[in-house]
């Protein structure tokens, strides 16, 4: 679909310049641009290459000379990153199908609400309740007595296991999977991590006379939040007697592990192959980056920031910044990893007296 570069500014609420009325019904990066496409040029880096296309219209950074450019109309973008949210909504194009398809096995007993598309191959168990308008793509599969809230898009290859709850708008992206049973499991004496724990690595640690793993099985699901999205091949383990709880507006990446009794917060970001052991608590609006890691039975409060790597061994107060192994303040980091890189230096002077 086609839309005028007026219409597109008017969505983004942004300012429009030029031929205003000039129609592009795609976007593009500027080099390989064509002439109904919308150059996304929003920083200085970008402009040299509108040349290199074909557009006609982009969307640019405050104060540029867009008529320099050559181009005949242009999009004011003074926050980039948030003019590509609208705008790549506006233009991507609607989820195929509708309705129920004949090789999708419904059970007669599951409620399913009004314009529900069910893609094939997919197994909706007893008792299940999906709400209206969401969207369930081939292969999926949702156990007996799950609720799917209003408008969620569930992606090929979910996997929603008993005791799930997911409120509106839930977007899963392809092969999540949610409730499992979580990593739970326990000796009849006390084992060797624990012993190493408790003592710091100085217990003498020997073969158990038992070395069976009991299983402490799941019971308590998962619960997750209004307007949150989960990334691909990501997990959120069941809870032991209480949900696992993700928090609405939460939005998790791909390839994360959330495990069993979590309670993750509204509005937080946890990045691709972060972990979140069991029983840890994760404030509000809390980031934590790519690859970070937090131990069980901890807490992370409100706002706080957890840098790319982090692994976190204790609580975190609130509106901190972390980074390193284990987690310090960013600057306490920052001044360790120079001083450690200094280091050589350090000792090569000494050795020469």
């Excluded at 197994?123 to 969620?152: E, K, L, Q, R």
């Excluded at 100085?202 to 949150?228: C, F, K, M, S």
Aim: net charge negative; glycine share 14%.
């Amino acid at each position: 679909m086609a839309y005028s570069i007026a219409e597109i500014a008017a969505a983004l609420g942004a300012e429009a310049l030029g031929a205003v009325d000039m129609r592009v019904d795609g976007a593009s990066e500027p080099a390989a641009a064509g002439p109904s496409d919308l150059a996304l040029a929003m920083s200085p880096a970008y402009g040299p290459a509108i040349a290199e296309g074909r557009a006609k219209a982009a969307v640019i950074w405050p104060d540029a000379d867009w008529q320099a450019m050559g181009l005949e109309a242009a999009i004011i973008a003074p926050r980039a990153r948030l003019a590509m949210a609208g705008l790549t909504q506006m233009l991507d194009k609607p989820l195929p199908g509708h309705g129920i398809s004949p090789q999708a096995h419904v059970d007669p007993t599951a409620r399913i609400g009004a314009d529900v598309h069910i893609g094939p191959f997919t197994v909706i168990g007893p008792d299940a309740d999906i709400g209206a308008g969401t969207w369930i793509a081939d292969h999926v599969s949702i156990a007996g007595g799950v609720t799917v809230g209003t408008g969620c898009v569930l992606h090929a290859g979910v996997r929603l296991q008993r005791h799930v709850r997911l409120g509106a708008r839930v977007i899963l992206q392809p092969n999540v999977a949610i409730g499992g049973d979580g990593f739970s499991f326990v000796s009849a004496a006390p084992s060797n991590v624990e012993l190493a724990r408790e003592t710091l690595g100085e217990a003498a640690l020997a073969p158990p006379e038992d070395p069976t793993w009991h299983r402490i099985h799941a019971l308590g699901g998962a619960e997750i939040g209004d307007d949150v999205e989960i990334g691909a091949n990501s997990t959120v383990d069941a809870g032991t007697v209480r949900p696992t709880r993700v928090g609405m507006g939460t939005k998790i990446d791909n390839l994360v592990q959330v495990g069993h009794n979590v309670v993750v917060g509204d509005h937080c970001l946890l990045c691709a192959q972060a972990g979140v052991a069991g029983s840890t608590i994760v404030g509000d609006r809390v980031v934590v980056g790519g690859k970070a890691g937090i131990a069980d039975n901890l807490q992370v409060g409100d706002d706080v920031v957890l840098g790319g790597g982090t692994i976190v061994l204790s609580n975190v107060p609130q509106g901190r910044v972390m980074m390193g192994y284990p987690a310090t303040r960013m600057k306490t980091h920052i001044d360790s990893y120079k001083a450690l890189r200094r280091l050589p230096r350090l000792l090569q002077r000494l050795s020469k007296g």
